[in-house]
């Protein structure tokens, strides 16, 4: 079974910058593509970002062109940074991975909280 660990959330003033983190493990099948997903309170949670493992990439639209995606497909590593923060973008974020046998995992979530 595959286990996602997030890092790198926390409190970022409007107009800064964050670095998110999953590390991956314990997968016996290749993690072929991998998202990140945000939940505010009171709200439905909502898709990011997703990459496959060729780094073929595709963004919200309220996201796109502040927040890139990358991986490290050796080291089982994603990262999305987020520059250009707004109070809007303030919600656990949760990373996702989906196997080339179909199966699909959650990580806990971390806090990114835009505020002045």
């Known amino acids: 079974q595959v286990q996602l660990v997030e890092s790198g959330g926390g409190l970022v003033q409007p107009g800064g910058s964050l670095r998110l983190s999953c590390a991956a493990s314990?997968?016996?099948?290749?993690?072929?593509?991998m998202g990140w997903y945000r939940q505010a309170p009171g709200k439905q949670r909502e898709l990011v970002a997703v990459i496959t493992s060729g780094g073929s990439t595709n963004y919200a639209d309220s996201v796109k062109g502040r927040f890139t995606f990358s991986r490290d497909n050796a080291k089982n590593l994603a990262y999305l940074q987020m520059n250009s923060l707004e109070p809007d973008d303030t919600a656990v974020y949760y990373c996702n991975a989906g196997t080339a046998a179909g199966q699909n995992y959650w990580g806990q979530g971390t806090q990114v909280t835009v505020s002045s």
């Open positions: 314990g997968s016996r099948f290749r993690i072929y593509i």
